[in-house]
């Protein structure tokens, strides 16, 4: 089992900078990639940027491109700027191993954008 724990969340004006962190534990050596997604209220749950474990191989949502960085060190971060109205939602942090789809999620944060 991986256990996942996010912090970082808030409130921001538009045009800020907020720094999500991701810590990982328990089977870590089972992680494949790592992946924020967000759910805003009434909307599914999509994604938002992904990582492998090594730190390679970044993916974003074309919503974010450009303005949100994803990084692994110790931490999975997630650097959102130039933060926008619409990007307010829970942000969830998640993982998977090699074979299957993203199976371990963290409890989320609340990011919310005020214009």
């Known amino acids: 089992q991986v256990q996942l724990v996010e912090s970082g969340g808030g409130l921001i004006q538009a045009g800020g900078s907020l720094r999500l962190s991701c810590a990982a534990s328990g089977r870590t050596q089972s992680i494949y990639r790592m992946a924020w997604f967000r759910q805003a209220p009434g909307k599914e749950r999509e994604f938002v940027a992904g990582i492998f474990w090594s730190g390679s191989n970044t993916t974003y949502a074309d919503a974010v491109k450009g303005r949100f960085i994803i990084s692994r060190d110790n931490l999975v971060r997630l650097q959102m700027n130039s933060l926008k109205p619409e990007d307010t939602a829970v942000y969830y942090c998640?993982?998977?191993?090699?074979?299957?789809?993203?199976?371990?999620w963290g409890q989320g944060t609340q990011v919310t954008v005020s214009s």
């Open positions: 998640a993982a998977r191993e090699l074979s299957t789809t993203y199976s371990y």
